[in-house]
């Protein structure tokens, strides 16, 4: 199966170059899912702004949001979300166990309301 070329900065049209900037310099690196979205930089734009919002600016606290994606990245399979946001998530204070429990599929013990929601 043929794969999405990666582009670099200089492919894109000079209108674009700046979505290609923004995404780096709010992830240090144009990885991940990016690669193959940047054939549309418009949409990896789009996404983009979406992923930024979820991840620094939301309501919700920190701690939650990276067990709501540790979550989501094991219930998907997901093992490129998982390696991102399983640190993420230990960083936030997301108790070890937790972290076991959701990686291997299993209740986690003593959790408080907030962990369980």
Known sequence: ???????????????QQPFYDAIAQSRGTISGPF?????????????????AYIRFESMLPLKVRTLAAICAARELDCQYEW????????AAGVRDEIIAAVRDRRSAPDTTEEESL
């Open 1 to 15: 199966m043929a794969r999405l070329p990666t582009i670099q900065r200089e492919q894109l049209a000079p209108e």
């Open 83 to 90: 390696a991102a946001w399983a640190p993420q998530a230990q």
């Open 35 to 51: 690669t193959a979205l940047l054939n549309s930089p418009d949409l990896a734009a789009r996404v983009a702004g979406v992923g």
